[in-house]
């Protein structure tokens, strides 16, 4: 069965700094995607990044980048240079070959400080 | 539209009532999605749709639960008999439909429900 657990529900960083959100999910599957969203108080969910499995180069989206470590089966978001519009739940999500679901950690909150 | 929409945006009931929840995805999606947030919690998946078929509503909580979709584009979730434990924001996204797993969902402002 898949699985995604996000570990920390809430998470604070200063404006400017650097912050990395945890993720881990479990799979058995050899292809699959792995996405982080974004849900800001609006509650509209945004698209922040995604990694392709097969790819070893860990994606990057301007201020946004990810850790994938696949034989750890780790896959953390790091935001640098935080802004105040960072603010936001943040989810982490997997979806395998053969397979029409995506599967959703339970979220972390993180809030940035002014 | 550019994006997913959803209608209504918050949803005041009395519990035993029906609701009607409506989804209208990106022009040209076939795949559409229903979730369920509830306070503090991560996404719940309820309904997925291929064009009008709905091969998986596993998630669907109950019976009072269904979901259809017509003419492969705008969906409804409808909620009968509602009760407390179903306030929540309902959340729709939609995807192209062609490669499951490689493709990114798009998902929809969402409508909160509050059942008095």
């Known amino acids: 069965a898949q699985t995604v657990t996000q570990s920390q529900p809430e998470m604070s960083v200063q404006e400017a700094e650097t912050v990395t959100l945890s993720c881990t999910y479990d799979?058995?599957?050899?292809?699959?995607?792995l996405f982080w969203y974004k849900q800001p108080p609006s509650r509209q969910m945004i698209l922040v990044i995604r990694?392709?499995?097969?790819?070893?180069q860990n994606a990057t989206e301007n201020r946004f980048s990810v850790n994938f470590q696949k034989a750890a089966k780790s896959f953390s978001l790091k935001i640098s240079d935080s802004q105040l519009g960072d603010t936001a739940m943040y989810f982490c999500?997997?979806?395998?070959?053969?397979?029409?679901?995506?599967?959703f950690g339970t979220g972390t909150r993180l809030k940035v400080l002014a | 539209g550019a994006g997913v929409s959803q209608s209504p945006s918050n949803k005041v009931t009395e519990k035993g009532k029906d609701v009607e929840l409506r989804c209208d995805p990106i022009?040209?999606?076939?795949?559409l999605y229903w979730y369920r947030q509830s306070l503090g919690q991560g996404l719940e998946f309820l309904i997925y749709?291929?064009?009008?078929?709905?091969?998986?509503k596993s998630g669907l909580p109950s019976d009072r639960f269904s979901a259809e979709r017509t003419g492969g584009s705008v969906s409804t979730l409808t909620i009968q008999r509602t009760q407390q434990e179903d306030s929540a924001v309902y959340l729709c996204?939609?995807?192209?439909?062609?490669?499951?797993?490689?493709?990114?969902?798009?998902f929809g402002p969402g409508t909160r429900l509050l059942v008095l």
């Open positions: 999500a997997s979806t395998t070959s053969g397979t029409y679901k995506y599967i």
């Open positions: 799979t058995s599957e050899n292809n699959y995607y």
């Open positions: 990694q392709e499995a097969y790819k070893q």
């Open positions: 022009s040209g999606h076939t795949a």
């Open positions: 749709f291929q064009g009008n078929s709905a091969p998986d």
């Open positions: 996204a939609s995807r192209t439909g062609d490669t499951p797993y490689q493709e990114t969902q798009y």
